[in-house]
């Protein structure tokens, strides 16, 4: 990797991380409508894993979906224009927070019923397959989705037809506010995928370039035809589950402690100690990232409502 | 013109479609090495080989789905479900998705989707395979649901569907395929959205649709024997529904009945009552009647389900009271 490239995902991290805590702000000044999940904390399994796609790859991901907009290439003004449901908004104004797509970037959202987009990630892979292009399907989840049938359905149908799909877990540890140990048979989520006759494997979730090796191998390998593979990213949500969640499931020094193996921190380290970018690089891209963030709100703030007359815009195709 | 089945003329129009365009494929449970549960593709696995005439796990959210998705890439799927009480196991992808997709991401995604499925009683198979829920599926905006009466229909409305980029619900009838009637060969087109009138008449108006065409029309004939003339208007879509053919239809007569197969609670005649009250209010001489299933779970006795199941002479007896 060349220090661009490692910078680069520097870069989308702090992104993430300064866009979430700025939505919060939003939120909170009700400037944003509807739920808001947060991805601080889980920044790296997003940023390691897109990165490791290339153009054809596509993306789909469930409601956390800021973090994954930003990593597959939506500007982030046309995120906020989406979270205040402004006209120049990724959708338009019409999905908000939770449906977020732009398919010239190959991400197809932003699906917020869970588990609903898994069977969708393999009719993706399908088109792909029965095209004959060489593109893999990556299909992020959490936890909590590997507990509802599209999961098992999903994932069968993948196996089946071998189709060409790198399923994620986001594990977070909690389905809402409902822990994986009180929820799930198995802890270990991708011991589900064994079941299914898939090839698996666990990951640091904290760790982007530990995410990101693990999925450059898995993808490459599903390009070659191994058929579908299950990789489960380690990961903690250091926010609610959405705005104005009380945490009553978890305590306090849990979320401490986990703060502290912050995937930003963990990157600054790594790129410290391996050489990789100095100090003053990191300062100037958080610099940049201040800025964009800057510029975004303005451009979100100026952006026209959608238009009233525009209400039943794209109901049906028009033929 | 050729007189087939409706059973062939839905055959045929598939055939024709995947003939015509490589991206049209077929998936479901039994459509392939069995030939479709209900005989409507046998043949098509040998012809058109098995990447294009997928069998799929007994998973429908799965076939749903992963046509959802595959649609989304461009390609034309058209994914059988068995029969329509196996599609509320598919519910989540059909009303949230299938129907929202191009909405809610502000018109980037296009889904060229069929969802060919069967609906209706009849045929003893009790409570959980012989409902008629046409119009559950008819109250989301964003679906297209259309329901044949006719082989010639079938044909033309399915070859539209499958040219359609909408998501398009082609509910069959289960008691219908071996229905006969005249089908145009080649390249024919029905509109979807279009509603028509199958049997001019001057004395009253029957609304109606799918299966219940066959019985209204029936129902015509013995009340022309009695000196009534009735004027039967097929719906053919549900959604969008076309209102047209019948507000003029009753403005001539005054007076209505709808059938339909499905249970009159919340259902198609309610809607169609509604507004034609809405529409032509002062054209009314008399209340309009509905015909439909009794409010049970229909029950496997053969006689228990025909007395549940709406019949040619409902329709009949409901046509009198109106005049």
Redesign the interface.
Known sequence: MQKKEYLELYHQMVLIRRLEEKAAELYQDGKVGGFLHLYIGQEAVSTGIISARKPIDRVITAYRDHGVAINSGIPVKRVLAELEGKATGV?????GSM?M???SLNY????A?VG?H???????????Q??GNPAVTIALFGDGATNI??FH??L??SK??NLPVLWVCENNEYGMGTSVPRASAVSDIRQKAIGYGMPNRAVDGMDVLAVRAAAEEMIEQIRAGSGPQFLEANTYRFRGHSMGDPERYRKQEEVRQWEEDDPIGNYQKKLISGRHATKADMDAIEKQVDDEIAEAIEFAENSPEPALDTLF?????E? | MAKITMREAISQALWEEMERDPKI?IMGEEVGVWGGSYAVTRGFYDHFGA?RV?D??I?E??I????????????RPVAEIMTINFAFSAM??IV??SAK??????????LPLVIRTVSGGGRQLAATHSQTPDAIFAHF??L?VVAPGTPADAKGLLKAAIR???PVLFIESATLYQLRGEVPEGDYIVPLGKSTVQRPGKDVTIVTYSKMLDYSLKAADQLASEGIDAEVVDLRSLRPLDMVPVIESFKKTNRAVIAEEGWKSYGVGAEVSARIYEEAFDYVDAPIKRVAQKEVPLPYNRNLEQAALPQIADIVAAVKEVM
């Open positions: 959708s338009g104004g019409r999905g449906h797509a732009d398919i197809w959202g932003g699906h019923i609903s898994i069977p969708l990630a393999a009719g993706l892979a399908l088109g792909d029965y095209a049938g599209y359905e999903g069968n149908l089946v037809w815009d794209n109901v049906y195709v033929e | 494929f990447n997928k799929t796990p998973s959210s799965a749903v789905g992963s046509a959802i998705g595959a649609a989304l890439t461009g390609l989540d992808h949230n998705e997709l191009h909405y809610m991401f502000n018109g980037q995604m296009r905006p964003g297209t359609s980029d909408n």
